[in-house]
């Protein structure tokens, strides 16, 4: 499904953040992180010379993915968003990105980064 892309996760809780990791391998994808923070997150952009997609969790540690998700929309880099709350300003900010809920189910957001490679967005 994700044979050879290059899939950043910035997630902070470290037992889903491994088993997303496990997931996109067993689906072909390169997995970039996990990263925890913002600050990582965006080193992390910053140093990779080729990101296809990514996966962001909202929260980190209380403090708001968005400039993540700013400095990939700059790119054109596609991403998606795991949150374990409704989140208003997401949507606001971000209407045409796709948020899967926590309690996450690994396998629905490879199926929802397979569904965003294959629409072209990556």
Known sequence: MLDG????????????????RYELEDAGAIVLGPEPSVALGLARIAAEPRID???L????GGERV???ADALAAKQV?????????????????????KCDKPINTRRV????????????A
Do not use: H, K, Q, W
């Open 5 to 20: 892309y290059r899939i950043l996760v910035v997630e902070d809780e470290f037992l889903l953040a491994e088993d997303m």
């Open 53 to 55: 997609a990514a996966v």
């Open 57 to 60: 969790d909202v929260n980190l």
């Open 66 to 68: 968005f400039p993540i």
């Open 78 to 98: 596609p991403f998606i968003f795991v949150s374990g709350y409704e989140d208003m300003v997401v949507r606001d900010r971000y209407p045409n990105v796709t």
């Open 110 to 121: 490879v199926e929802a980064l397979d569904r965003l490679i294959a629409s072209g967005r």
